[in-house]
């Protein structure tokens, strides 16, 4: 087994000031000082960064020795699925930890996107969607087709999509890291206006996850070195699908690859999601969490609002979801999404989440999600006491 013993975070938004390199240095000493390590005990790097032309520092992974001399000669590499960049690092990570090639592993996510113009950032994420096809089509774009199949078989539900969108805004209050610390009324996000533009119908801005700059951090540890650490999290399963890239091959609101990750975590951890105390999930868009909602088994095809409405998935709820805010408030850094869930979830199930604490809370999952649905990478983590 493999356990995260240690995090680091910076704040997400608009950080004109650093570096992609303070970045990466800034969370990472953050998570080695929080594991109580040195640079010499780690070894191997993994970097999550997706990039696609934001940053000049392409030869990113190796910017992670400047973390602490002791990591100079250990070996680098950085991982890049699309916006699952993240969790593709952790999970090869934990790879490397099971196969014996190491017993300590510190993993950097990161992404610089705010000093481009808009236009800049929307064609470099657009990367990630099918050229072939889909070349020109800003994800907003993308994801409003999920949106408009979704509302074309089940009904509007606009109101839900608003529902999710305060939501993560009222619990981004909770998190200092969060980029918009800020909560929004549920009337301001169902209705358009100058201020809550429509982007692409019918999603309008606040139905849009944020332009970020930031970089989260984790060390991973061999289990038999549980002992060396005051706090830690179990992987109690790990899931990776990649579905086909264009969207035309597939059933936009079956949301396939995802509900096959989370079933194949849920299987490979002996688990349904009734035994989940707490979620961080890809809410890239506000119909992306509604969707999710489905692939995770929490409400049937066509009923995501249901865990909406009876509250299930706010704050106090059976399973609350996105906690930190989400990307929606949170912010969404791309290279650094995934890895910033896995610390959020080992902040709540080692009880430091501070004013985000789910009282309690000891089996967590991650969902990160590359693309229209394309690269789903699930993680369920368990409080080692479990």
Not at 15 to 39: K, P, T, Y
Not at 255 to 262: I, L, Y
Not at 268 to 281: F, K, Q, W
Request: net charge negative; with cysteine.
């Amino acid at each position: 087994m493999v356990c995260i013993a240690g995090w680091g975070h910076t704040k997400f938004g608009r950080l004109s000031d650093q570096s992609l390199e303070d970045l990466i240095v800034e969370a990472g000493r953050q998570a080695l000082a929080n594991a109580g390590i040195a640079g010499a005990d780690v070894d191997g790097m993994w970097l999550g960064h997706f990039n696609a032309g934001m940053v000049d520092d392409g030869f990113a992974s190796s910017l992670m020795l400047s973390i602490d001399p002791g990591l100079q000669f250990k070996p680098a590499t950085r991982l890049e699925n699309a916006c699952a960049s993240g969790s593709a690092a952790v999970h090869a990570a934990r790879q490397a930890i099971l196969a014996g090639d190491c017993k300590v592993a510190l993993v950097v996510g990161v992404e610089k996107m705010t000093h481009l113009p808009g236009a800049d950032v929307t064609a470099a994420l657009g990367r990630a969607s099918y050229q072939k096809e889909e070349a020109g089509i800003s994800f907003p774009g993308i994801f409003a087709q999920f949106a408009q199949a979704y509302f074309n078989e089940f009904g509007d539900h606009s109101m839900a999509l608003a529902k999710i969108a305060a939501k993560n805004h009222g619990n981004s209050v909770n998190n200092p890291l969060a980029q918009l610390q800020k909560p929004l009324d549920l009337d301001f996000c169902a209705t358009e206006s100058d201020r809550n533009p429509m982007i692409a119908a019918p999603l309008k801005k606040t139905d849009c996850s944020l332009v970020s700059d930031g970089a989260a951090a984790v060390v991973l540890v061999a289990e038999d070195m549980l002992s060396d650490f005051a706090k830690a999290v179990r992987f109690r399963s790990v899931a990776h699908v990649n579905d086909l890239l264009p969207l035309s091959a597939r059933k936009l609101t079956d949301f396939e690859g995802p509900a096959r990750a989370m079933a194949l975590a849920y299987q490979r951890a002996g688990i349904s999601v009734d035994n989940l105390d707490v979620a961080e999930v890809h809410d890239c868009f506000t119909i992306a969490e509604l969707l999710i909602y489905e692939a995770m088994g929490l409400a049937p095809k066509g009923q995501g609002a249901s865990v909406l409405e009876d509250g299930s998935v706010y704050a106090g709820g059976r399973l609350p979801v996105n906690l930190s805010g989400g990307l929606k408030a949170k912010g969404h850094p791309v290279g650094a999404t995934g890895v910033s869930m896995h610390a959020m979830i080992m902040r709540q199930l080692t009880g430091q989440a501070d004013a985000m604490q789910q009282p309690g809370a000891e089996l967590g999952l991650v969902f990160n999600m590359g693309g229209s649905g394309v690269a789903s990478h699930v993680s369920i983590l368990e409080s080692v006491k479990s």
